[in-house]
């Protein structure tokens, strides 16, 4: 996951305070002229860290900069108690630096870049291996080139990651947006309809954490469409079987979101189409002329048959349909293999009633199975 945080278009405010899980540990800040700036005199060091850093891999920071004069920026990789070490962009120079609570080492630089000329608007980016304690700056203008970097640092226990500043008395320097590596641990699927049960086909809510616009959502393994979410938080339509084509069975399954960097899941309960209805072949298959093996001619204990039920009919669990008005209807099997299947059976009384509430079954239009 990513926090990007805009001063761009913040009005003028000391101090500043931090949302979306940053919080300034070195001193406080200040925004002026749409830039995050230090808020104290000169010579004072502030440093804002996000709050649940990622634990393995990349630390990551990037900051679009208002040039830097005789004030200094710093991309910071340490402790949430302000040790550990920074790039700091001062004068015509990248230095990596040691950092000792708060305070920014005013010895010898690990290494540094020269050369430098700082321009209003760019944007500098710097990445620290947790695993190797690589340190690494780049230029957002040639991402692939590295300035300046310093390999294999000792790192403190607890590393975070954020940024900073150092107020030389010109007031000129400042960060005018950021993005740090936050923890993608807290993304979470909160709700799909609410908590209420899917139906195929159905066009639902979804509400997420810690993901920005959504790019795929799957429902046990099967892409929803329609995914209209913003921020995370929106609709999607949950998918409808094809026939001959894989599905997923109803019951309890797995949905996953995703952003296109990270993915959540959650399970949910799905049902078949509306005024639809299921029935699991567990028993001795009916074939006599109420039965739906009719239709399906090697219907098996395995199958589940998806049926309508809007005019109160019912099937068994050996394929004996009941209830069934004359007309015809379009009745779907989820084979064990996975694949599910549509086909249309026509019924008719022909004048001959078994039962009050049983019909004989007339002509069987099937596709095969």
């Given at each position: 996951m990513t926090i990007t945080l805009d001063f761009s278009l913040e009005s003028d405010i000391n101090p500043f305070v931090f949302s979306a899980g940053v919080t300034a540990i070195i001193d406080q800040f200040k925004i002026v002229s749409g830039s995050l700036r230090p808020k104290y005199a000169a010579g004072d060091t502030s440093i804002a860290v996000v709050d649940s850093p990622p634990t393995s891999g990349l630390l990551e920071v990037s900051a679009t900069i208002l040039g830097v004069n005789g004030d200094a920026v710093l991309l910071y990789f340490g402790t949430a108690l302000g040790t550990g070490f920074c790039a700091l962009l001062a004068f015509d120079t990248v230095r990596i630096?040691?950092?000792?609570?708060?305070?920014?080492?005013?010895?010898?630089?690990?290494?540094?870049?020269g050369g430098i000329t700082y321009v209003n608007g760019d944007a500098y980016h710097a990445t620290c291996d947790l695993a190797t304690g690589d340190l690494k700056v780049y230029n957002q203008a040639a991402p692939s080139t590295v300035i300046v970097e310093a390999p294999g640092l000792t790192l403190p226990v607890g590393m975070t990651c954020g940024f900073g500043g150092i107020w030389g008395d010109v007031n000129a320097a400042g960060v005018t947006s950021v993005s740090l590596s936050d923890a993608a641990a807290g993304a979470t699927i909160d709700s799909i309809n609410s908590g209420s049960p899917v139906r195929f086909g159905q066009t639902v809510s979804i509400a997420t954490?810690?993901?920005?616009t959504l790019t795929s959502v799957t429902i046990g393994g099967i892409s929803a469409t329609a995914i209209s979410a913003t921020d995370g938080d929106g609709t999607i339509t949950i998918p409808t079987p094809v026939s001959g084509s894989p599905f997923t069975p109803v019951g309890t399954v797995n949905a996953v979101a995703g952003d296109g960097t990270d993915t959540a899941d959650l399970d949910i309960s799905l049902d078949t189409f509306e005024d639809y209805d299921t029935q699991a072949i567990t028993g001795t298959i009916d074939?006599?002329?109420?039965?739906?093996?009719?239709?399906?001619?090697?219907?098996?204990s395995t199958d589940v048959v998806h049926y309508p039920i809007a005019d109160g009919q019912s099937i068994d669990n050996t394929g004996a349909l009941s209830d069934w008005p004359d007309g015809n209807y379009t009745l779907w099997l989820y084979r064990a293999d996975g694949d599910m299947y549509s086909f249309s059976i026509a019924i008719?009384?022909?004048?001959i009633a078994v039962s009050t509430a049983i019909k004989r079954l007339g002509i069987f239009l099937g596709n095969g199975l």
């Open positions: 630096k040691a950092v000792t609570a708060g305070v920014v080492s005013g010895g010898s630089s690990i290494a540094s870049a954490t810690d993901l920005g074939t006599s002329g109420w039965g739906l093996s009719r239709a399906v001619t090697d219907l098996t008719n009384l022909n004048g």
